[in-house]
Nanobody
Framework: QVQLVESGGDLVQPGGSLRLSCVVS????????IGWFRQAPGKEREGVSC????????YYADSVKGRFTISKDNAKNTVYLHVNNLKPEDTAAYYC?????????????????WGQGTQVTVSS
């Protein structure tokens, strides 16, 4: 059974940083792309970043380039999203998702498996 579990969300002040984690299980990691998405109240789900687990290729939305970094630890079956210089507009529920479609990029319809999300709130 495919399972993704996110953690690491918190309330932080503007300019702060967090490390979000996505622990994956139930499938062979190397054949998938893991993506991070976010959704704020009243807004559509937005793709943030993704990483291919075999080649390690990464992709970022323009809104987070230079501030967010995605990485993986295959030994721990974990994908991380390092979020720096947080802004109030980064406030959202953050979800990780898995896709076996290449390339998946940040198109949510290409991701079949989703976690339950972790909340990031940026406020002073």
């Amino acid at each position: 059974q495919v399972q993704l579990v996110e953690s690491g969300g918190d309330l932080v002040q503007p300019g702060g940083s967090l490390r979000l984690s996505c622990v994956v299980s139930g499938f062979t990691l190397n054949y998938y792309t893991i993506g991070w998405f976010r959704q704020a109240p009243g807004k559509e789900r937005e793709g943030v970043s993704c990483i291919s687990l075999s080649e390690g290729n990464t992709y970022y939305a323009d809104s987070v380039k230079g501030r967010f970094t995605i990485s993986k630890d295959n030994a721990k079956n974990t994908v991380y999203l390092h979020v720096n210089n947080l802004k109030p507009e980064d406030t959202a529920a953050y979800y990780c998702a898995a896709s076996d479609i290449q390339p998946a990029r940040l198109r949510p319809e290409r991701y079949a498996y989703w976690g339950q999300g972790t909340q990031v709130t940026v406020s002073s």
